[in-house]
């Protein structure tokens, strides 16, 4: 009788060890499933879509940028829309730029045309092409590190488009205009800027009015 319930208390002990990692292995695995869900749940909301746009000062800039547009209204004359992108551009012989930015709009249709009016901020950093340079501690001149520059960045933007998504229950929007913005700090200065925006967002999941 002692042998068989010592054998009993080792098989617990030894399904309850067991089972621990099993839980522990199902916790994480339950957890990364509801993250799955979330995103999956978030991308395939009738309010979300991706975009991506060709950002660049005519063609001698030359940038993309990409992010996101959600609907936080829509009728049947104005969509208001909020939207958050990351992106670049690069200046040959002057500097790179990255930015990340956001924005709210407001997209009037004319049936599956529009026009959209933005205005928004972000911030945007700069790193200046070829070497940089500093007065050394001995009033000589080296190399200095090129960390590059942080700039505030107002926007606006005045686009035309095509919205599949009112008259054919398409995924597709296609957009063209012009995003005016200011780099701050530049020579103690707002530096204009004047930028192409020629781009396409895409539902997963569509929203009938």
């Known amino acids: ?10 098989l617990v002990a030894g399904i309850n060890s ?16 509801q993250d799955k869900n979330a995103v999956s ?5 009738d309010k979300v879509a991706l975009k991506l746009d ?8 030359p940038g993309l940028s990409m992010g996101i547009d ?19 551009y690069w200046h040959r012989w002057n500097n790179t730029a990255v930015f990340l930015k956001s924005s709210i709009g ?25 070497t940089m340079y500093q007065i050394s501690s001995e009033g000589g001149i ?8 942080p700039h505030f960045m107002p926007t606006t933007s005045f686009l035309i488009g095509w919205d599949g998504t009112r008259i054919m229950n ?10 005016a913005y200011l780099q701050s700090s530049f020579n103690h200065i707002f530096l204009p800027h004047a930028a192409a925006k020629v781009g396409f967002t895409y539902k997963f999941k569509r929203q009938s009015l």
């Open 1 to 10: 009788m002692k042998k068989l319930l010592l054998l009993i208390l080792c």
């Open 170 to 179: 398409l995924p597709w929007t296609f957009h063209a205009g012009v995003e």
């Open 41 to 45: 749940q978030f991308v395939y909301n």
């Open 54 to 61: 060709y950002f660049g000062e005519l063609v001698l800039h």
């Open 70 to 88: 959600y609907t936080l209204a829509r009728k049947n004359w104005v969509t208001v829309h909020w939207d958050s992108e990351l992106g670049g």
């Open 18 to 33: 067991f089972s621990q990692p099993n839980a522990q292995a199902n916790s994480e695995y339950s957890e990364k499933s």
């Open 106 to 130: 407001a997209r009037f249709p004319v049936r599956s045309l529009f026009v959209d009016l933005n205005v928004g901020a972000g911030y945007i950093h700069s790193l200046p092409a070829g």
């Open 142 to 149: 080296e190399i200095a590190a090129n960390w590059g520059s």
